[in-house]
């Protein structure tokens, strides 16, 4: 077995979180391995405290340009890898795996320039991303059902939410709904009027509403806090660190949420999720798992999907996939998972 181990996920946060079971899949069966994670800045917080991670290394692939790159690959070459893991696909990743001299390197067919990798996996459709991703550990031998990502929140950010809950007295066994509005791409995101007209169906819920969120999200937060009539409504968008923003998920009853990185934290902290669809669809493989969990997309247009990540406006001008979904009928799925 391979003792020294890198895994490179530069991507999204999302895909960081989908990314972990490779970590904990690995860390089991070989549990004297040494396993280190590559990811961007904006991600690595999510990794902090993980026990099955030796080093996370930071690659700011969005500002170092050429240099940087020429450096993270002179970092690689001297840890002297066994192992490289590319679940990320991008032509930036595969000439980091090419050039570091790793005695063996792993990713998918459908990779950019897959060809500089010595194993090629099959990037299987329709499944889960997890189990896409655990797919690359068949030539070792593991098994690719789902494994629930683990996330490790400290006593920092348990006692952030404690005093969170105490400034705002939130007793135990309060019900708690998170709200994350956010996306990285528009056409992922429910519009913001819907989210008001849910917050306001649900005020006699006597349940709190934590809207979250980074802080690209104030925007849409605030117009929600600011428009809904309800009065149980506490706004920490841009206020929490990602592993702070788990813990309050973790504490929450119910998590409502568009297909982005919250949905895979409420997924890996294992309470009820409510994933909103739009340009995307499940198919692709980053649908909730969750025994209790809900999706609420629209079916039958032609013109969905219109690409894999969404976009920053509808092509077609109609943005029908969002408009369509009744925030009526969500209030009501709300009203049913927390009776």
């Known amino acids: ?33 040494k396993i ?19 080093e996370v290394i930071i690659y700011n692939k969005r500002n170092s ?22 679940p990320h696909r991008s032509a930036r990743t595969s000439m980091i795996s090419y050039f570091s001299s790793a005695k063996k390197t ?51 950010e348990k006692n952030k939410i404690d005093k969170l809950f105490s400034d705002n007295n939130i007793p135990a066994g309060q019900k708690i709904i998170s709200i994350a509005p956010g996306s990285a791409w528009f056409t992922k995101k429910f519009p913001k009027e819907k989210f008001v007209r849910i917050c306001d169906l649900v005020q006699t819920m006597n349940a709190k509403i934590f809207l979250i969120g980074g802080k690209e999200d104030r925007q849409t937060s605030e117009y929600i ?44 902290e294992g309470i009820s999720v409510i994933a909103i669809f739009g340009a995307t669809i499940p198919a692709f ?11 609420f ?7 969905r999907p219109c690409s894999i990540h969404g976009g920053n406006k509808c092509p077609i001008g109609t943005f029908e996939c969002m408009l369509r979904i009744s925030e009526e009928n969500i209030a009501k799925e709300i009203k049913r998972m927390l009776s």
């Open 285 to 295: 493989g980053f649908y909730p798992y969750g025994k209790n969990d809900i999706i």
């Open 36 to 54: 280190d994670f590559l990811c961007i800045p904006g991600t690595s917080g999510l990794l902090k405290n993980n026990p099955y991670i030796d």
């Open 297 to 303: 997309e629209t079916n039958g247009l032609s013109c």
């Open 1 to 33: 077995m391979n003792e020294n181990i890198l895994i490179i996920q530069t991507a999204f946060l999302g895909d960081v979180i989908l990314s972990l079971p490779l970590v904990q899949a690995l860390k089991k069966k070989h549990p004297d391995s």
């Open 106 to 156: 792993i990713t998918f067919d459908k990779s950019n320039l897959s060809f500089l990798y010595d194993v090629k996996i099959p990037y299987a459709e329709n499944i889960h991303e997890i189990r896409r991703n655990l797919s690359l550990l068949e030539p070792l031998g593991n098994e690719t059902e789902i494994i629930r990502p683990e996330l490790f929140t400290g006593e920092e």
């Open 65 to 86: 340009g050429v240099p940087g790159l020429i450096d993270i690959i002179k970092k690689i070459r001297n840890k002297k890898y066994d192992l490289i893991i590319s």
């Open 225 to 268: 806090e600011n428009n809904s009539a309800s009065e149980n409504i506490i706004n920490v968008t841009g206020q929490l660190s990602i592993l702070e923003s788990a813990e309050l998920i973790k504490r929450s009853s119910l998590l409502i949420t568009n297909d982005s990185a919250p949905l895979h934290i409420g997924n890996a």
